[in-house]
């Protein structure tokens, strides 16, 4: 997790005028007898300023304010006023989400409610003590109010006696009932952990089993997240159709009905990140990602990762010289009907375009599958690398071992292929819907497109898989791409 709020002008606003910042707070408790910060602190206790306001008496000089920020201040103030119970907000990577909700809201909490217990969580023990309880304590001991003998970073508290707890995923936060304030910040890690099925079960299992059982009528629970996949934890408590919760999400490219009141196409935080470095980071992470950790919007609209209007096609008269080229391999054993064997053959020129020269895709039994993977190296020739697959366990290997010695003479190497189908092909779809992609002109040009038109809700996804097995293999030859 990556969060950054600092701009080389700090932004004025109204509602710092008169407010100490946290520097010059610190300097005035410094100044003070611990009587006199004790007296301070009873008196700040007392003082009706919002979260929004005292946000602004610490954050750093260098920290600005930008409207998004603003905004999360607000959705904090109208929490504790009751209007809202439980909140759900999805941001994009880097944008302060963090440092606003998570570091500071359960100092500001616990020095108002020194008898509440107040949960960290994230994707892992490590992760909540490094970066969502270590900031919060720091904070806490900048402001003086970190209690003396509080070493440990998983537990700790404030002089007043609040109690500030750190858990991970999976972890139960025993001996803490209930739970005043729960704070869940990123509970998933990585693409990888979001497409498996057991591990978004887990958290849910971990979330209805260890967490909510711990919470009562004035429990407040924020989860903040950068959003991974439709059935993460947000995607469930949306699903859960519970009306104690809010679901704000801010993407980092405005869209109609935004919360901010941005016109459509509008940047988050365009001081920081612009639409031209957004738009950039969209082509390079593809539209699959994007559309998940930016935009917050994890099932794609038109419920398609391929733009099929942005294929491009050309006759193989004109086709320039490759540099590379490489057939990936997608194997079914069936004869006549069910799934199907796809190879496409991927090519690049010097100047770093791709084409689709070849798709072979049949149905045929394993003897007749085997003469005609055969004969498509053949064809092809030796200069072409050829890419099968390697399922797990002693079969798959086995069964690899055996194509290969089908190919033997060939430049052919077996492949354990790992993630879902969708993150394999976006690093193709990025290249495609980008337009450096074009596609020979051929007769099994029809069933592509509609394939990739289809994936990864259609029928088929032999040949989607194949076209990405193939990019893949390109792109990592030449450490450009790491899948």
């Keep these: 997790m990556e969060d950054s709020n600092k701009l080389t002008q700090p932004a004025e606003t109204t509602h710092s005028k008169g407010l100490p910042n946290q520097s010059?707070?610190?300097?005035?408790?410094?100044?003070?007898?611990?009587?006199?910060?004790?007296?301070?602190?009873?008196?700040?206790?007392?003082?009706?300023?919002?979260?929004?306001?005292?946000?602004?008496?610490?954050?750093?000089?260098?920290?600005?304010?930008?409207?998004?920020?603003?905004?999360?201040?607000?959705?904090?103030?109208?929490?504790?006023?009751?209007?809202?119970?439980?909140?759900?907000?999805?941001?994009?990577?880097?944008?302060?989400?963090?440092?606003?909700?998570?570091?500071?809201?359960?100092?500001?909490?616990?020095?108002?409610?020194?008898?509440?217990?107040?949960?960290?969580?994230?994707?892992?023990?490590?992760?909540?003590?490094?970066?969502?309880?270590?900031?919060?304590?720091?904070?806490?001991?900048?402001?003086?109010?970190?209690?003396?003998?509080?070493?440990?970073?998983?537990?700790?508290?404030?002089?007043?006696?609040?109690?500030?707890?750190?858990?991970?995923?999976?972890?139960a936060p025993t001996g803490i009932n209930p739970i005043s304030l729960l704070v869940c910040d990123d509970p998933i890690k990585?693409?990888?952990?979001?497409?498996?099925?057991?591990?978004?079960?887990?958290?849910?299992?971990?979330?209805?089993?260890?967490?909510?059982?711990?919470?009562?009528?004035?429990?407040?629970?924020?989860?903040?997240?950068?959003?991974?996949?439709?059935?993460?934890?947000?995607?469930?408590?949306?699903?859960?159709?519970?009306?104690?919760?809010?679901?704000?999400?801010?993407?980092?490219?405005?869209?109609?009905?935004?919360?901010?009141?941005?016109?459509?196409?509008?940047?988050?935080?365009?001081e920081?990140?612009?639409?031209?470095?957004?738009?950039?980071?969209?082509?390079?992470?593809?539209?699959?990602?994007?559309?998940?950790l930016f935009q917050g919007n994890p099932s794609l609209r038109d419920g398609a990762i391929f733009k099929v209007d942005k294929a491009s096609f050309i006759d193989e008269r004109e086709l320039p010289p490759m540099v590379e080229r490489v057939r990936k391999w997608d194997v079914a054993a069936s004869s006549g009907k069910g799934d199907y064997t796809a190879g496409v053959l991927v090519g690049k020129d010097a100047n770093g375009r791709y084409y689709v020269l070849d798709v072979q895709r049949f149905q045929e039994g394993t003897d007749a599958r085997n003469q005609r993977m055969l004969a498509t190296a053949r064809q092809d020739g030796v200069s072409v690398r050829v890419v099968v697959p390697e399922d797990p366990g002693s079969a798959g290997k086995d069964q690899a071992l055996a194509y290969l010695r089908l190919l033997s003479g060939y430049n052919a190497k077996a492949v354990r292929e790992t993630g879902s189908k969708e993150t394999r092909a976006d690093g193709i779809a990025s290249q495609f819907n980008g337009g450096n992609v074009s596609l020979i002109r051929a007769n099994w040009n029809t069933a592509f497109i509609e394939e990739l038109r289809q994936f990864p809700t259609g029928k088929h996804d032999d040949q989607v898989d194949a076209l990405a097995g193939a990019f893949n293999e390109l792109v990592s030859s030449n450490n450009v791409w790491n899948w």
């Design 24 to 171: 010059e707070l610190r300097e005035l408790l410094r100044s003070l007898t611990l009587q006199e910060q004790e007296e301070l602190l009873s008196h700040l206790q007392a003082m009706p300023l919002t979260f929004s306001q005292w946000y602004q008496t610490q954050k750093p000089k260098h920290y600005s304010y930008p409207r998004h920020v603003e905004y999360l201040c607000e959705i904090v103030d109208k929490t504790i006023k009751g209007e809202y119970q439980n909140v759900a907000i999805s941001l994009p990577p880097g944008h302060g989400k963090s440092q606003t909700i998570t570091t500071r809201l359960p100092i500001y909490w616990g020095m108002r409610n020194p008898q509440d217990a107040i949960v960290f969580t994230g994707y892992s023990q490590d992760f909540a003590d490094r970066n969502l309880s270590r900031p919060a304590r720091e904070l806490a001991k900048e402001l003086n109010i970190l209690d003396e003998s509080s070493n440990a970073m998983s537990e700790w508290r404030l002089t007043n006696g609040a109690r500030l707890v750190a858990r991970g995923v999976g972890s």
């Design 190 to 270: 990585d693409r990888m952990q979001a497409e498996s099925e057991t591990e978004r079960n887990n958290i849910w299992d971990w979330w209805t089993g260890s967490v909510v059982q711990r919470f009562f009528p004035r429990t407040k629970a924020f989860v903040i997240a950068t959003r991974w996949h439709h059935d993460d934890l947000i995607g469930r408590l949306k699903a859960q159709g519970d009306d104690s919760w809010t679901f704000i999400n801010l993407p980092a490219i405005a869209e109609e009905g935004d919360p901010l009141g941005r016109a459509e196409g509008e940047a988050l935080w365009p």
């Design 272 to 292: 920081v990140k612009p639409l031209n470095f957004l738009e950039a980071v969209r082509r390079q992470m593809g539209e699959y990602n994007f559309q998940a």
